[in-house]
């Protein structure tokens, strides 16, 4: 029993290293190489939500549709509320022009947070490139009320004029 342990663990500590050495080469603009380690995370941690939905960024940064959209939609399923998920998943298939699944998806990640400013602007794209522009107007009008609480002040600085601070 102490042995299943200790592996199990030692598993799970190699699934984390592998996940984070992901991250850092999407840092790096390798997502090729983070492929790799994502994909060794998952072997260790199969349950691993976020080793899904970053291998599946990464596969939407190589434009390969198909793959990310079935990391995107593991990652839902292993945690249902992942709304960023959602989110994510719903830009590939506009890339795919599935646009009604889109939709779906991005309602879906607002039901789960109602403040997703990202999911307001993503669906606004499947309505406008569904052709229903009312409906993508008031998304983009969500979204730039979100986006605009998100811009704190203009500091003012004698030396270096104005500036936004995020």
């Not at 992942?82 to 998806?105: K, T």
């Amino acid at each position: 029993i102490a042995d299943n342990f200790s592996t199990l663990k030692r598993e799970k500590i190699d699934a984390f290293k592998h996940y984070f050495r992901g991250n850092a080469l999407m840092e790096e603009g390798k997502p090729l190489e983070a492929l790799e380690e994502y994909t060794l995370s998952i072997r260790d941690r199969p349950e691993f939500s976020s080793a899904f939905y970053e291998r599946g960024l990464a596969y939407k940064k190589l434009q390969r549709w198909n793959e990310a959209l079935h990391d995107f939609t593991t990652a839902v399923h292993t945690k249902a509320d992942y709304g960023v998920a959602f989110c994510s998943r719903a830009s590939v298939y506009i890339e795919l022009e599935n646009y009604d699944q889109a939709i779906f998806d991005c309602t879906k990640a607002l039901d789960i947070n109602p403040d997703d400013a990202s999911a307001y602007h993503v669906r606004a794209n499947a309505f406008a490139k569904k052709g229903d522009s009312e409906r993508a107007f008031d998304d983009f009008e969500r979204w730039g009320q979100l986006e605009t609480k998100r811009l704190c002040i203009v500091c003012m600085e004698a030396s270096r004029g104005s500036r936004l601070h995020p």
